[in-house]
């Protein structure tokens, strides 16, 4: 038996779900930033009174592992943590942009299309990957800064649909290829890993609960404010 809490806050997305056995049972959601340390608890609690089901319940916590937001990563990482430690059960460490992927792949968009979900970094610079049909991936996962050369070699041949609160303001650079397309309304949810990490729980992958850490991909730069003249 695996009941399983996924926590989903890489993004301005805050969600949370309950999984049993790689089915999703319960989820609540909030897209809205800065929103992730005053409501994950209260999602938390939510989504188990929804389902029934008490925390000693749990056999597992999955979490979002970045790529993503500094902060939020670091709310949702740490959440986890504390829940594994009081709980005494495993750690699960889901690949953010794997997951968007998959999700999207569950939409049914296309049987032959690449998936390329993007995460918003700054300007035109993207936490980036392209997945194939079967999540594998295409190209691995990267800080990228997009212009008109970014995946021209793929493109030529290849249908890649770019997603992700990072995908449209990369869409007047991509948009001359007609392999490009581009989806607006895809939101980060955590019933997008349920089938990842009921995968992981089966095989015994399993994070080191006192040394996980999330995958921020670059380091987090802290400005100083300018002195007033």
């Known amino acids: 038996m695996a009941l399983i809490l996924q926590l989903e806050t890489s993004t301005s997305s805050c969600s949370v779900a309950l999984a049993f056995n790689g089915h999703t049972i319960a989820l609540r959601e909030l897209n809205e930033r800065n929103a992730h340390a005053g409501n994950l608890t209260l999602l938390i609690s ?24 500094y902060t939020g990563l670091r709310i949702g990482v740490s959440t986890a943590k ?22 999207f792949k569950g939409l049914n968009v296309s049987d032959a299309a690449f998936f390329c979900p993007m995460i918003d970094a700054r300007r035109m610079e993207v936490y980036t990957a392209i997945y194939n049909q079967q999540l594998e991936e295409i190209l691995p996962v990267a800080a990228r800064i997009i212009d008109a050369e970014s995946f ?46 009921y995968e992981k729980f089966s095989e015994g992958k399993f994070e080191d609960v006192a040394y996980f850490e999330p ?3 670059k380091d987090f730069l802290v400005t100083q404010p300018k002195p007033l003249k």
């Open 152 to 197: 021209s070699g793929l493109l030529e041949n290849q249908e890649i649909i770019f997603f992700g609160d990072g995908a449209m303001k990369c869409s007047d650079v991509l948009a001359g290829s007609p392999n490009a397309r581009f989806s607006a309304d895809f939101l980060n949810s955590a019933k997008d890993f349920t089938s990842l990490a």
């Open 215 to 217: 995958f921020y991909l």
């Open 46 to 69: 939510e989504v188990m009174n929804v389902a029934g089901k008490k925390m000693e319940d749990l056999t597992a916590v999955a979490v979002s592992m970045g790529p993503g937001s």
């Open 82 to 103: 504390g829940l594994c430690y009081a709980l005494d059960i495993p750690l699960i460490a889901i690949n953010t942009l794997q997951a968007m992927a998959n999700g």
